[in-house]
């Protein structure tokens, strides 16, 4: 069976200070992947999606990246926090359209 | 612009009630429509899948509606339990093109049910 691993599951960081999160998909080849943020509040905003090794695009201009270095492996980074960076990071996959986005438990980022 | 609109934001019910929830999309061309129900400080689970020929889709006690023509949704939530408390998320798929697969997603709506 599919599984999908976020870690870690909260996150306490200064501003300034560079940031790496890293989501595992596990039983199946070429998913789709996706980071999303969750402000207190909001909808999910869809930071970066990915449909193949290094092939990233990116939704919104911020200050932060994504890489996808390996076909199961999807890391959201940045090398400078900001305040507004805090929120709930969720990353999902999917491997067709028809079939539902299978999310990870998300990281909660809290920036001081 | 593609968005999905819910309402209401949030509802509180007594344990054992019904509720519905809305979902308005200007999702075009449409593909399908997901709810999903999101526990606090967990990621979204999906609850049902509508495309466009269906009209009904129910999941235990949760049945989804859909109708195509005016672009709306519902979800009916029967004999209300403690463990319903959560946000409800309508997630709505267009047609896309060159492999690539981006929902809309909803506010949701943030459902309390009290004992």
């Known amino acids: 069976s599919q599984t999908i691993h976020q870690w870690p599951a909260t996150l306490v960081q200064p501003v300034g200070s560079p940031l790496s999160l890293e989501c595992t998909v596990e039983?199946?080849?070429?998913?789709?992947l996706y980071w999303y943020r969750q402000a207190a509040g909001r909808g999910l905003q869809l930071l970066f999606y990915?449909?193949?090794?290094?092939?990233i695009s990116s939704e919104v201009p911020q200050n932060l990246s994504a890489s996808r270095p390996q076909d199961r492996q999807f890391i959201l980074s940045s090398k400078k926090l900001l305040l507004s960076d805090s929120g709930f990071y969720l990353c999902?996959?999917?491997?067709?359209?028809?079939?539902?986005?299978?999310f990870g438990d998300g990281t909660r980022l809290s920036i001081l | 612009k593609n968005q999905v609109e819910q309402s209401p934001q949030s509802l509180i019910i007594l344990e054992g009630k019904n509720c519905t929830l809305q979902?308005?999309?200007?999702?075009?061309?449409?593909?399908?429509l997901r709810w999903y129900k999101q526990d606090t400080g967990r990621g979204p689970v999906s609850l049902t899948i509508?495309?466009?020929?269906?009209n009904t889709k129910s999941n235990g006690r949760y049945t989804a509606t859909l109708d195509a023509d005016t672009k709306q949704s519902s979800l009916h939530i029967t004999a209300s339990q403690l463990s319903d408390s959560a946000s409800y998320i309508c997630?709505?798929?267009?047609?896309?093109?060159?492999?690539?697969?981006?929902?809309?997603f909803g506010r949701g709506t943030s459902l309390i049910v009290h004992p």
């Open positions: 999902a996959w999917t491997d067709s359209s028809n079939q539902p986005q299978h």
């Open positions: 039983g199946t080849s070429n998913p789709n």
């Open positions: 990915s449909v193949g090794i290094g092939q």
């Open positions: 979902c308005n999309y200007t999702v075009s061309p449409f593909s399908n």
């Open positions: 509508m495309t466009f020929s269906e």
């Open positions: 997630v709505v798929r267009g047609v896309e093109s060159g492999g690539s697969y981006i929902p809309t």
